[in-house]
């Protein structure tokens, strides 16, 4: 029997005889006989909620303006009930506004950033993202960026709070969120620049210690991408209306109209053409929310995904959550570690190889979809447990990740040359 290198990008997974011994038993993990009933565990687009077909979609304002009456109050709609859904207080102002989650966030960046200190808070990918931002495009003088390794939250409580901050509420790339919002002080004098999109309607967010919040339409909610969602506290509001900064903004970004809010924005008069399809369709994935209860019970529902996934890694030996401080462990974005020491002694492309593997294994049954972790993040896996998600489904994927971790560890680690 031959081996071949592991870090061969043409050769099998195969490690060599010598190095490694046999990580998991086939025979005692046979295939499942039961499959999720939906399979889809992207964490965007997420899966549609429950019960969700195309028929949700037939009153869509298809054809018709979507400044014209009956268009324009489907899209106000969007704004009224979600801001009850996510209780976001009275007095803030809720926008729908184009390029998804990155537009409101670049929008909320780029028209208020720069008029003091900011620190950015890094600890995965969009929030490396959003540091990028500030100090390679943007170029802010006075920019601190307070960094975590993946699986670990930046020191909060270094922050100084004259500075504005920018920070993800949930890192989905990394699994990790913020436990709280404890750490902003009460008598801040900077804005906090808030991105929500993998927190809103899946974990309580105390808005008194935010002053923008940022989400898309296809996390928690599964309703199709399209656009953003911009939420702006008072003193957002003064920020921009106070505020002007010295760089171009492109008509996509712009708040204000002679230094004043554009409210129209926030009352459904977008920048630009929205898509009617798509606002038919989270308009439905509200209405299943309310069939439900509300945002309790999407937030219920994201703790019940995290809870069947977690007696899962609590009893299985080779598999730990990557967040390492339970507190900061996310319902959405459920990002997991292989711990298996024959899987710990892989180069890093090959322990990547080992888990596209293994989520491949599963895809090809119709067992699972797309949870293989972020391309930037440490080898692992990532299961949504957003709120369109079934906590059954969860339930059911666990022994079909237990099948194929053995036959992956298999074909992966043979056994020594001198067994034969
Ligand atoms: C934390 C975070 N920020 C930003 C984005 C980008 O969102 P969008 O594709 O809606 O722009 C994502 C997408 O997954 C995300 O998880």
């Known amino acids: 029997m031959t081996t071949r290198d592991v870090r061969s990008p043409c050769a099998p997974l195969r490690a ?4 490694v011994s046999g990580a998991a038993d086939t025979a005692a993990t046979p295939q499942p006989a039961l499959k ?24 869509a304002a298809l054809g018709r303006s979507h400044r ?25 102002l809720l926008g729908i506004v184009p390029g998804s989650d990155t537009g409101a966030v670049e929008m909320a960046m780029w028209s208020m950033l720069g008029a003091r200190p900011v620190t950015i808070l ?15 495009q943007l170029k802010l003088n006075d920019a601190q960026v307070v960094k975590a390794p993946y699986g670990a939250l930046p020191d909060l409580s270094a922050i100084d709070r004259s500075h504005d901050i920018v920070f ?9 969120r913020v436990p709280n919002m404890d750490w902003v002080s009460d008598a801040r004098e900077g804005i906090v620049i808030c991105d929500a999109t993998s927190a809103a309607f899946a974990m309580d967010m105390d808005f008194s210690k935010l002053d923008v919040v940022t989400w898309s339409w296809q996390k928690v909610l599964g309703s199709e991408a399209a656009h953003g969602m911009l939420a702006l506290s008072p003193r957002a509001v003064a920020r921009l209306e106070s505020f002007e900064p010295d760089r171009p903004l492109p008509k996509l970004f712009r708040m204000t109209k002679a230094g004043k809010i554009n409210s129209g924005i926030f009352e459904g008069a977008t920048i630009n053409t929205p898509s009617m399809l798509a606002v038919e369709d989270v308009l439905a994935a509200l209405d299943w929310a309310d069939s439900l209860g509300g945002g309790r019970a999407l937030i219920a529902r ?15 030996d080779w598999i730990d959550w990557l967040a390492t401080d339970p507190a900061t462990r996310s ?17 890093a492309d090959a322990q990547a190889a080992f888990c596209k593997a293994l989520v491949k294994l599963v895809e090809n049954e119709g067992a699972g979809f797309d949870f293989n972790g972020y391309r930037d993040a440490p080898a692992g896996l990532r299961i949504w ?36």
């Open 68 to 92: 014209a009456k009956e268009p324009k109050a489907k899209l106000k709609a969007v704004i009224d009930r979600s801001k009850a859904m996510l209780g976001l207080p009275e007095d803030w």
């Open 36 to 59: 999720p009933v939906d399979p889809n565990f992207s964490s965007g687009p997420c899966t549609k909620f429950p019960g969700w077909s195309v028929d949700r979609l037939v009153d």
């Open 331 to 347: 319902s959405t974005s459920m990002c997991l570690k292989i711990v298996d020491p024959a899987f710990q002694q892989l180069p």
């Open 168 to 176: 993800p509420f949930n890192g989905t790339t990394s699994g990790v």
């Open 302 to 316: 994201a703790e019940a995904n995290f809870a069947a996934l977690d007696r899962w890694v609590q009893k299985t």
């Open 385 to 420: 447990g957003g709120a369109t998600v079934e906590a059954s489904n969860i339930e059911a994927l666990t022994p079909w990740l237990e099948w194929a971790f053995a036959t992956q560890s298999s074909l992966t680690f043979s056994p020594k040359e001198t067994a034969a």
């Open 16 to 19: 060599p005889a010598d190095t």
């Open 122 to 136: 890094e600890w995965e990918s969009f929030s490396k993202d959003w540091a990028t931002d500030a100090i390679k």
